[in-house]
């Protein structure tokens, strides 16, 4: 198992581009969240989804678009990148069942300038 | 809305000495409190976690505690060595959605 992928790992984006931060686990987990890491504030989540088809807002959701079509893949979309969204993000995935335990993917690093 | 605080932000140990992290939750429908380690340009990982049925949970040197009265959950390291050097980080979810809220983190160094 390949576990918790995402891509790209760097992106630098100018303001006002969007773009995809792609997210994928091949466990058949049904749980997937997004968060966001900066310094000092820890992990905020963006947005989860508890199954295909079923998403849900987190603590930060304004500016993030995302999707889950199918088990396998959780897609973020940054619609008008800015400056505050220079972070670094983090995909999750969690069997929800028997553990609750998330499996975090290897983070993309994004700046935007 | 819900919260997580975390206590100390930093903490500097020397080697064989105890590290303790506290963490208190707002959300009293949590029931699942998980603590990640995270090592300098890696990825969080789950070290230990503990549900609300449970009031104590060991694994080695390391243990959790948990009062649900209070909404205090701690973890607890004995024996530290250096390479219990990170970043860690309590969280407060419910298993039913497995959203998670985390805390600030904690940077602990211990000191050889």
């Known amino acids: 198992n390949a576990g918790v992928t995402q891509t790209p790992k760097f992106q630098v984006l100018k303001t006002g581009q969007s773009m995809t931060l792609q997210c994928a686990q091949d466990m058949n987990h049904e749980y997937m969240s997004w968060y966001r890491q900066d310094p000092g504030m820890g992990l905020r989540l963006i947005h989860y989804s508890v199954g295909a088809g079923i998403t849900d807002q987190g603590e930060v959701p304004n500016g993030y678009n995302v999707s889950r079509s199918t088990t396998e893949d959780f897609p973020l979309r940054l619609l008008s990148a800015a400056p505050s969204q220079t972070s670094v993000y983090f995909c999750a995935s969690s069997p929800g069942v028997l553990t609750y335990e998330q499996y975090f993917g290897p983070g993309t690093r994004l700046t935007v300038t | 809305g819900e919260n997580v605080e975390q206590h100390p932000s930093t903490l500097s140990v020397q080697e064989g000495d105890s590290a303790v992290i506290k963490c208190t939750y707002s959300d009293s429908a949590s029931n699942y409190f998980p603590w990640y380690k995270q090592e300098l340009g890696k990825r969080p990982q789950l070290i230990i976690d503990i549900r609300s049925n449970v009031g104590e949970k060991k694994d080695q040197r390391i243990a959790v505690t948990l009062n649900k009265t209070a909404k205090h959950f701690s973890l607890h390291i004995t024996e530290t060595q250096p390479e219990d050097s990170a970043v860690y980080f309590c969280?407060?979810?419910?298993?039913?959605?497995?959203?998670?809220?985390f805390g600030t983190g904690t940077l602990l160094a211990v000191q050889p």
């Open positions: 969280a407060a979810g419910t298993g039913a959605t497995n959203k998670l809220i």
